[in-house]
């Protein structure tokens, strides 16, 4: 009984320092989107965000996932089934979120999504069964909550990863005068043979 609450006074504990740390990222992110050129509905947030997003639902969802797991039988098959899931949701989050990396600032400009305020909700319902769930044997709802929990917490993982992965891609293409097109450098070798012959003309 003790260990439970003292691991439970962890855990909000971490989820605390988290959400802090996220609140002055938000704000921070909130001061350059103020000054930049964004369009409507996106906004500018620190990639640190992204990272932490995983850890509090880490920490959130983990431990009531591996109870879960530990009953085996059918809750696996839903844990995987909603794991595979997060990650495809995670997918196109990513891709339908990110529009550009803000490399000064270690940023990227995210246009907002409905789809994170239902995960946040899912987050909030997973903590509050997280002590009230019966998880001594297998059940249709210790079921439905092992494919919620995979979902919620391996989608938290693949977004950011692969929000992670596309600031890194755009960051790394930076342009130079050397990478340009083909048909530019026609037009400057076309531009080199003109200054030739008008040279040989005089």
């Known amino acids: 009984m003790f260990a439970t609450t003292s691991a439970?006074?962890?855990?909000s504990v971490v989820v605390l320092i988290a959400f802090v740390a996220i609140m002055v990222l938000v704000r921070r992110g909130r001061r350059q989107s103020q000054s930049a050129d964004l369009d409507r509905g996106q906004r500018i947030r620190?990639?640190?965000?992204?990272?932490?997003?995983?850890v509090i639902s880490l920490v959130i969802?983990?431990?009531l996932l591996w109870k879960l797991l530990s009953l085996g039988g059918a809750n696996d098959?839903?844990?995987v089934a909603g794991a595979a899931l997060g990650?495809?949701?995670?997918?196109?989050?990513a891709r339908v979120m990110?529009?550009?990396?803000?490399?000064?600032?270690y940023s990227v400009v995210l246009q907002r999504s409905g789809v994170e305020y239902a995960?946040?909700?899912?987050?909030?319902?997973?903590?509050?069964?997280?002590?009230q769930l019966e998880v001594h044997h297998s059940s249709a709802t210790t079921v439905g909550v092992s494919a919620l929990a995979a979902l919620g917490l391996f989608e938290a993982f693949s977004r950011a990863g692969f929000i992670v992965s596309r600031y890194q891609l755009h960051t790394e293409q930076s342009p130079t005068p050397s990478?340009?097109?083909?048909?530019?450098?026609?037009?400057?070798?076309?531009?080199?043979v003109d200054g030739d012959a008008d040279g040989s003309v005089s």
């Open 77 to 79: 098959v839903a844990a």
């Open 61 to 63: 969802i983990g431990p």
């Open 87 to 93: 990650v495809v949701i995670g997918y196109f989050r």
């Open 179 to 192: 990478s340009s097109s083909p048909d530019s450098s026609a037009a400057t070798n076309d531009l080199e």
């Open 98 to 105: 990110f529009v550009r990396a803000v490399k000064k600032t």
């Open 119 to 131: 995960l946040v909700f899912v987050l909030i319902v997973l903590r509050s069964v997280q002590g």
């Open 8 to 11: 439970n006074s962890g855990v």
């Open 46 to 54: 620190p990639l640190a965000i992204s990272c932490i997003d995983p």
